[in-house]
């Protein structure tokens, strides 16, 4: 009897293992995948992270990474949603609960760190200032190759030097990073450097030719360089990929007015005022279309 009592513990743990194992590797697989759309960054894909990370979570309720990874879909679906007018409170107060989860679990983890960080930056970056500084400099201590990390430090001190050496660090590290790519050329537009600024729009569009803003970031630069022959496909694209950025069809409506296209230009222009009708550009929008008409 007692040499069936020990053969079935050993078996009890034997199966413990395997089902521990094999959660292990449900959890790493949704992960992966969560992480695969995240990297996308748009809303739908963020919204598709949460999804996968969710999964994770279920299979591996002590995932670090799982809950990081929340953290971070969920500050920026928020981010998005905010930019859209629309209520963000919930979701960065869920990017907040997640990354205080993952350090909580990882703290000798860089990434959980980083999470942390990126939940108190679109939160209130001049409320957490100091705790955005402090994740940061534990993430990159604790995993001085992550791009990341040393984006977003960029992204808090220095985003209007698109030659610091943080976003320089960034690029050296993952050239291949769309928010390092698309960041630094806004840091070149705001200097007024549209030929650079361009370049780095470019290679944004090469990471990911499914984000919207590159697209509609260039077409600014090309209107601001007057080459308005050149904005009005990516103002175009960027319109394809989100039909909700209210000013593309504003500032494509301009491009097609300049290029003697009066047609497009007056749909454009009226489906703006239709989508804005509050617009502090209402008056010289009127008299743009009453100079076509």
């Known amino acids: 009897m007692q040499l069936f009592h020990k053969s079935l513990l050993a078996f009890i743990i034997l199966l413990s293992a395997s089902i521990a194992a094999q959660n292990s590797e449900k959890a790493k697989k949704a992960y992966d995948k969560g992480r695969e759309a995240y990297l996308k960054f748009t809303v ?19 995932m ?4 990081a990874g929340l953290a971070e879909a969920y500050a920026l679906l928020g981010y998005e949603i905010e930019k859209n007018g629309q209520a963000s409170k919930d979701y960065y107060e869920k990017a907040l609960e997640n990354a205080k989860k993952a350090v909580g679990k990882g703290p000798k983890i860089g990434l959980t760190h980083r999470a942390l960080a990126q939940a108190f930056l679109v939160h209130d970056s001049k409320k ?3 705790e955005i500084y402090e994740a940061l400099k534990v993430a990159t201590e604790l995993d001085s190759t992550d791009a990341e990390s040393y984006y977003l430090m960029w992204l808090h001190t220095e985003n209007d030097k698109p ?7 960034s690029l050296q590290l993952n050239d291949h990073f769309f928010q390092s790519q698309y960041g630094v050329g806004l840091a070149y537009s705001k200097l007024k450097k549209f030929d650079q600024s361009i370049e780095c729009f ?13 697209y509609y970031s260039m077409g600014n630069a090309y209107s601001q360089l007057k080459k308005y022959d050149l904005a009005i496909p990516e103002y175009e694209q960027a319109l394809k990929l989100n039909k909700n950025i209210n000013d593309a069809y504003f500032y494509l409506g301009l491009a097609y007015y300049y290029q003697d296209q009066n047609k497009k230009a007056v749909k454009h222009l009226e489906k703006y005022l239709e989508l804005v009708p509050a617009t502090t550009y209402r008056g010289e929008v009127e008299n743009i279309l009453k100079d076509i008409k």
């Open 202 to 214: 470019k290679k944004a569009v090469a990471i990911n030719p499914k984000n919207y803003l590159p």
């Open 64 to 67: 670090a990474l799982a809950y």
């Open 128 to 130: 957490y200032g100091q």
């Open 44 to 62: 739908d894909d963020y919204k598709d992270a949460i999804k996968y990370y969710d999964q994770a979570v279920a299979a591996d309720a002590d």
């Open 163 to 169: 030659e610091s050496p943080l976003i320089r660090k």
